[in-house]
């Protein structure tokens, strides 16, 4: 079973950034797609962004321009770069992937993202 290990929220002004990274504990070629999710309170829990094997890249249309998902091969770490962040993004975030041969996701314990305004 893979452990997934988010860092890097915090609490930061509108229109500031901040950078996720989700460290796995095994290499990230054995997973067909990871991404980050993000749930607010109340709310349900929804795609950010994903990454898949190949490295193409899929987006909500809310964080489209705004964030950036990419990865670190040699590091098995994925990172998600935040820019102009709004009161609207805070959430916490989770880090998801999907093994490439079982296709179970597994996810990692989430970070909070504060964005005051």
């Known amino acids: 079973q893979v452990q997934l290990v988010e860092s890097g929220g915090g609490l930061v002004q509108a229109g500031g950034s901040l950078r996720l990274s989700c460290a796995a504990s095994?290499?990230?070629?054995?997973?067909?797609?990871m991404g980050w999710y993000r749930q607010a309170p109340g709310k349900q829990r929804e795609l950010v962004a994903t990454?898949?094997?190949?490295?193409?890249?899929n987006y909500a249309d809310s964080v489209k321009g705004r964030f950036t998902i990419y990865r670190d091969n040699a590091k098995n770490t994925v990172y998600l770069q935040m820019n102009s962040l709004k009161p609207e993004d805070t959430a916490v975030y989770y880090c998801?992937?999907?093994?490439?041969?079982?296709?179970?996701?597994?996810w990692g314990q989430g970070t909070q993202v504060t964005v005051s305004s």
């Open positions: 990454i898949i094997s190949g490295g193409i890249t």
């Open positions: 095994r290499s990230i070629f054995s997973f067909v797609a």
């Open positions: 998801n992937a999907r093994d490439a041969i079982t296709t179970r996701p597994s």
